[in-house]
Nanobody, 122 residues
Framework: QVQLVESGGGSVQAGGSLRLSCAASGRTFSRYARGWFRQAPEKVREFVAVIDWSGDTTYYADSVKGRFTISKDNAKNTVYLQMNSLKPEDTAVYYC???????????????WGQGTQVTVSS
């Protein structure tokens, strides 16, 4: 079992920045993908970004490309999501997830965190 704990959410004005963290513990895998998803009120969950175990492969949703950056610190077993130029439409609960392959589909991720709220005001 893998435990994922997100942190770093909060409230910020439009144009501001936040950095989310996702710390993993428990069972370790030599190869994995760790992604970020978000879900706004009354909307379906959507893919945000993903990074593979090596850090060599990253992929972003078009809506965040150029504004968000995903990275990882292997020593801390932590993945980060740096969010810049935030917009009100970025408001959502952000979830960290881990799966076996790089994918934009939530069904490919077996492990999920509890989520952290991000609120962007105009």
């Amino acid at each position: 079992q893998v435990q994922l704990v997100e942190s770093g959410g909060g409230s910020v004005q439009a144009g501001g920045s936040l950095r989310l963290s996702c710390a993993a513990s428990g069972r370790t895998f030599s190869r994995y993908a760790r992604g970020w998803f978000r879900q706004a009120p009354e909307k379906v969950r959507e893919f945000v970004a993903v990074i593979d175990w090596s850090g060599d492969t990253t992929y972003y949703a078009d809506s965040v490309k150029g504004r968000f950056t995903i990275s990882k610190d292997n020593a801390k077993n932590t993945v980060y999501l740096q969010m810049n130029s935030l917009k009100p439409e970025d408001t959502a609960v952000y979830y960290c997830a881990q799966g076996a392959v790089v994918s934009t589909g939530g069904h490919d991720y077996a492990y999920w965190g509890q989520g952290t709220q991000v609120t962007v005001s105009s």
